[in-house]
């Protein structure tokens, strides 16, 4: 099956610093990559996603990008704030039920 | 939260003793998912469901077993609980496969000991 490597698996910042948090895929089939914020004490809840045919997507503070010839994809936040802190995970999924998640990133912005 | 009620929220019990876990949605999502969450191992599929009495093995199937007879619950079983099933429980629902947005509950601690 898939697999799916994530880094770093802590990673504290500044407020107001940029946070990047990145993800490596082992399957070149797979063509969806979500990535999920996961606050103390709740499910995760998806953020932002891309999918194979798209290099790069941007939602006003986060961004993905996606490099499939090197099999590997991205999340970058922006202007961190302290309500950022939590553990982000990413994903990949070849048939859109079978989903292989990273180990999670926790991210903490000190103010 | 989505409209997913997981039940109970948290739960310890002994090893041997069978355990159900139970996954509500007031969505009407065609698909609903378990999944486990562990340390080091991020989420991991169990089983899932694309409709009612249809469901299917994920990556860590083994130990478990799911039903779903209406389409609003879908029910984790544990039939000999072990200690490496100790774990947080997540079930997740989405309309149209896990490649759309899908929505997580707020999970289940489960303690076997």
């Known amino acids: 099956g898939e697999n799916v490597e994530q880094h770093p698996s802590t990673l504290s910042v500044q407020e107001g610093d940029s946070a990047v948090i990145k993800c490596t895929y082992s399957?070149?089939?797979?063509?969806?990559f979500p990535w999920y914020k996961q606050e103390l004490g709740k499910g995760p809840q998806l953020i932002i996603d891309i999918r194979s045919n798209v290099g790069e997507k941007k939602d006003q503070r986060i961004a993905v990008t996606l490099n499939k010839t090197a099999k590997h994809f991205s999340l970058h936040i922006t202007e961190t704030q302290p309500e950022d802190s939590a553990v982000y995970f990413c994903a990949a999924s070849l048939t859109g039920n079978q989903f292989y998640f990273g180990t999670g990133t926790s991210l903490t912005v000190i103010p | 939260d989505a409209g997913i009620t997981q039940s109970p929220r948290h739960k310890v019990t002994e090893t041997g003793t069978p355990v159900t876990l139970r996954c509500h949605q007031t969505?009407?999502?065609?698909?609903m998912y378990w999944y486990r969450q562990d340390p080091g191992h991020g989420l991991r599929l169990i089983h899932y469901s694309y409709g009612v009495k249809d469901t299917d093995k994920g990556e860590v199937s083994d130990g478990y077993s799911v039903s779903r007879s209406k389409t609003e619950d879908f029910l984790l079983t544990l039939e000999s609980a072990t200690s490496s099933q100790t774990s947080v429980y997540f079930c997740a629902i989405s309309p149209d496969g896990m490649n759309t947005e899908a929505f997580f509950g707020q999970g289940t601690r489960l303690t076997v000991v």
């Open positions: 399957d070149s089939a797979s063509n969806y």
């Open positions: 969505e009407n999502h065609r698909y």
